[in-house]
């Protein structure tokens, strides 16, 4: 299975200035493709921290989606990160200054061309709404924070690098709805079922409601899903706790 991430970056979500847009945009836009989200983490704009989990997803091999921190002003620090990472310095991308003069003529200069500036080696995202391109390097898509940007740069990433992959994942979910258990009530259930089945994640989700209900499942391989969802439910019965399919 192909890991996909995403970075979402800056002070600003952090502490509340900003609202996040682009985690439940992102599981949209693989599930849609029968893709999904493996991890996602959110970072301030602190260049030491950008650094070293850029480096740790590059070295994983995973597929990557970076949003904010590639503009031109001081508090911005993924280009220069995503550089350091790869070990690669930062030169100006012809094309990308191309795209920008085209854009803003001689307004460009002295300060829009900054954003043209890229790691050594790395390809273009164009951008559809002011063509300052983003910019890709190791399996790592690096998109502006604004989500009507960004948004549409990712939809591109996906349909010209991982067409490929689309619904071509065997990979199923599936739960039932336990009524009148708790999380506690089924742990050794759980732990029997992650026993029998390591290659499989299991998920436990409780409703706050006056039935102490429990939404249990599996996720990962269809044919075993399958399997262990029979066992999981014969499991919840054996328990005597009621239940039904989501």
Same mark, same amino acid.
């Given at each position: 299975?192909?890991?996909?991430?995403i970075?979402i970056?800056?002070d600003e979500i952090?502490s509340? #200035?900003?609202?996040?847009?682009? %985690?439940? #945009?992102? +599981?949209?836009l693989?599930s849609?493709r029968?893709?999904?989200l493996s991890?996602?983490?959110?970072?301030?704009? +602190?260049p030491?921290q950008?650094?070293s989990?850029l480096k740790?997803s590059m070295a994983?091999?995973?597929?990557?989606f970076?949003f904010?921190?590639i503009?031109?002003t @001081?508090?911005?620090?993924?280009?220069?990160?995503?550089?350091?990472?790869a /070990?690669?310095p +930062? !030169?100006?991308?012809?094309?990308?200054v191309a795209n920008?003069?085209?854009q803003?003529?001689e307004t460009?200069?002295p300060k829009?061309?900054?954003?043209?500036?890229f @790691?050594?080696?790395c390809?273009?995202i164009?951008?559809p *709404?002011n063509?300052?391109a983003?910019?890709?390097?190791?399996?790592?898509?690096?998109?502006?924070g604004? &989500?009507e =940007?960004?948004? &549409?740069?990712?939809?591109?990433? %996906?349909?010209t690098y991982?067409?490929h992959?689309f619904?071509?994942e065997?990979?199923?979910? $599936?739960?039932?709805?336990v009524t009148?258990?708790?999380e506690?009530?089924? +742990?050794?259930? =759980?732990?029997?079922?992650?026993s029998?089945y @390591?290659?499989?994640?299991?998920f436990?989700l @409780?409703r706050?409601?006056?039935?102490?209900?429990?939404? *249990?499942? =599996?996720?990962? $391989?269809?044919?075993l899903?399958?399997?262990?969802? !029979?066992?999981?439910?014969? /499991?919840?019965?054996?328990?005597?706790? &009621?239940?039904v399919? *989501?």
């Amino acid at each position: 299975m192909q890991s996909f991430g995403i970075y979402i970056i800056g002070d600003e979500i952090l502490s509340g #200035k900003r609202q996040d847009a682009h %985690l439940s #945009k992102v +599981i949209s836009l693989l599930s849609a493709r029968g893709l999904h989200l493996s991890w996602a983490h959110f970072i301030g704009d +602190i260049p030491t921290q950008i650094t070293s989990h850029l480096k740790a997803s590059m070295a994983r091999g995973d597929v990557v989606f970076s949003f904010g921190g590639i503009g031109a002003t @001081p508090d911005d620090h993924t280009r220069q990160c995503a550089a350091a990472a790869a /070990g690669v310095p +930062i !030169v100006r991308h012809a094309e990308a200054v191309a795209n920008i003069e085209a854009q803003y003529g001689e307004t460009a200069y002295p300060k829009r061309v900054l954003m043209a500036d890229f @790691p050594q080696g790395c390809d273009l995202i164009p951008n559809p *709404v002011n063509r300052v391109a983003g910019f890709s390097l190791h399996q790592h898509y690096f998109v502006p924070g604004f &989500p009507e =940007m960004a948004h &549409p740069m990712v939809e591109w990433v %996906l349909e010209t690098y991982y067409s490929h992959l689309f619904h071509a994942e065997d990979y199923q979910e $599936q739960s039932i709805v336990v009524t009148e258990a708790g999380e506690s009530d089924m +742990i050794d259930l =759980m732990n029997q079922m992650l026993s029998q089945y @390591p290659t499989l994640k299991l998920f436990s989700l @409780p409703r706050a409601n006056q039935r102490r209900t429990t939404e *249990v499942g =599996m996720k990962g $391989q269809s044919d075993l899903v399958t399997q262990a969802m !029979v066992e999981l439910k014969a /499991g919840v019965s054996a328990l005597g706790y &009621p239940w039904v399919d *989501v």
